[in-house]
């Protein structure tokens, strides 16, 4: 389909699968919705682009991709992709930070800024729907199941604890943040997956996220934990 208000991703990206692949191509445009609606018809189809290889039809993107032996993405199979490329940017930003301050590649300040930095994108994710979010929150969280509004309050805190921290300011504040955050968040990972074993979906990287509840999210609420304990002890607050 190739309006002037659109042009079909999906054909964009078959062309450009069929031209790696080596082929001449005969692209052949819908120009209107009538044109689209005629060709479905003609051809039993409910969707387009569709292609066509020496006369047979192949049919449409995901379709050519199988037909090249190419991975299909499925958007309902559980992935941890999200989580770990929030780990990886968060790592990759400490190490930027630390060679920027201080010239050096990696210490402890640079885990110290790993770990907030994955506190501020990990709340981040959950800030692009706050509803969203909160509604799988409540499925497992101990203290939002009690009392609704923190399902709410929760990614406002953990971004900013972890802003505090990674400015290294208001240790008074970010740390009991952190802490109890943390330890909340530990507890009913826990209990929900390992003493009740139930099956869920981790709110860890906001609402719409296919990751498992388990180690990703217990891994989140240990670090912020491990981070405000790491804090108490580095600036002598005991």
């Known amino acids: 389909m190739v309006m002037p208000e659109h042009v079909c991703p999906w054909g964009l990206k078959s062309v450009d699968l069929l031209r790696r ?5 005969d692209d052949h445009w819908l120009k209107t919705r ?3 609606d005629a060709f479905k018809r003609e051809h039993d189809v409910d969707t387009t682009p569709q292609t066509f290889i020496n006369g047979v039809r192949i049919g449409g993107y995901d379709d050519l991709r199988r037909h090249f032996g190419l991975h299909v993405h499925d958007p309902d199979a559980t992935s941890y992709r999200p989580v770990i490329t929030v780990f990886v940017v968060a790592a990759l930003l400490a190490i930027a930070v630390t060679w920027a301050t201080l010239a050096a590649f990696l210490t402890l300040r ?7 930095f994955s506190m501020c994108l990990l709340a981040m994710l959950k800030l692009q729907d706050v509803e969203t979010f909160s509604t799988m929150f409540l499925n497992y969280d101990l203290l939002a199941r009690r009392f609704v509004p923190y399902s709410y309050v929760y990614p406002y805190a953990e971004l900013g604890a972890g802003v505090l921290m990674v400015a290294g300011a208001l240790n008074v504040v970010s740390i009991p943040i952190a802490l109890f ?7 009913s990972v826990f ?7 139930r099956e869920l979906k981790c709110a860890c990287v906001g609402g719409s996220s296919k990751t498992p509840l388990g180690f990703v999210s217990l891994t989140e609420n240990l670090m912020m934990v491990a981070m405000a304990l790491w804090m108490v ?4 607050l005991v």
């Open 21 to 25: 692949k080596g082929f001449e191509i």
């Open 34 to 36: 009538e044109e689209t």
């Open 110 to 116: 640079t885990v110290e800024w790993f770990i907030a």
């Open 181 to 187: 955050i943390g330890v909340v968040g530990a507890a």
């Open 191 to 197: 209990k929900a997956v390992y003493i009740d074993k």
């Open 233 to 236: 002890f580095r600036h002598g």
